[in-house]
T-cell receptor
Framework: AQSVTQPDIHITVSEGASLELRCNYSYGATPYLFWYVQSPGQGLQLLLKYFSGDTLVQGIKGFEAEFKRSQSSFNLRKPSVHWSDAAEYFCAVGPGGGADGLTFGKGTHLIIQP | SAVISQKPSRDICQRGTSLTIQCQVDSQVTMMFWYRQQPGQSLTLIATANQGSEATYESGFVIDKFPISRPNLTFSTLTVSNMSPEDSSIYLC????????????FGPGTRLTVL
């Protein structure tokens, strides 16, 4: 069975500091991996995705993620966070192909300190 | 991409009643998905709705509790039946647009509170 683990429930980062959110997955085939952000009172917004090819993927809002097959990880990074980045971040995995839903991690709540 | 709207955006209901949530997409899609996000929790897939056939439910979810309709390629409804406080959640629908079938887009969600 597929699963996603986000080991950090809460992370606090100072504004301007770098950020890394961890995500580990368990999946039997080649995974399609995603990071979504959910701001308070907002819907889910896709930050970035990985299907194949270059293992370092760029997303919106200055985020990037690196796929490491040997570690079953897909960590999200940002070199300098802004107060507006405070939100809930979800890592998700799916089979691709448009016919199946996604399996989500429990999320990481990001707090930005001034 | 896809623009997805949901109605209602939020509701407060009494236990024992039912609520039907609507999901409208601005383009035709093959599959529509319904998720539940309980307070402070992650998203859990409830079911997959394919136009013209019965919805497929995930383990732990049953049709009697969460009946789904999919009358056409742009619309679906999810009913939460015989509600209890444990059904208080955000319910989201999602789709894969035909032009980017590996990217799932989500509606804004329906925030349900059951008293």
């Amino acid at each position: 069975a597929q699963s996603v683990t986000q080991p950090d429930i809460h992370i606090t980062v100072s504004e301007g500091a770098s950020l890394e959110l961890r995500c580990n997955y368990s999946y039997g085939a080649t995974p399609y991996l995603f990071w979504y952000v959910q701001s308070p009172g907002q819907g889910l917004q896709l930050l970035l995705k990985y299907f194949s090819g270059d293992t370092l993927v760029q997303g919106i809002k200055g985020f990037e993620a690196e796929f490491k097959r040997s570690q079953s990880s897909f960590n999200l990074r940002k070199p300098s966070v802004h107060w507006s980045d405070a939100a809930e971040y979800f890592c998700a995995v799916g089979p691709g192909g448009g016919a199946d839903g996604l399996t989500f991690g429990k999320g990481t709540h990001l707090i930005i300190q001034p | 991409s896809a623009v997805i709207s949901q109605k209602p955006s939020r509701d407060i209901c009494q236990r024992g009643t039912s609520l039907t949530i609507q999901c409208q997409v601005d383009s035709q899609v093959t599959m529509m998905f319904w998720y539940r996000q309980q307070p402070g929790q992650s998203l859990t897939l409830i079911a997959t709705a394919n136009q013209g056939s019965e919805a497929t439910y995930e383990s732990g979810f049953v049709i009697d509790k969460f009946p789904i309709s999919r009358p056409n390629l742009t619309f679906s409804t999810l009913t939460v039946s015989n509600m209890s406080p444990e059904d208080s959640s955000i319910y989201l629908c999602s789709v894969y647009p035909r032009e980017s079938y590996n990217e799932q887009f989500f509606g804004p969600g329906t925030r349900l509170t059951v008293l």
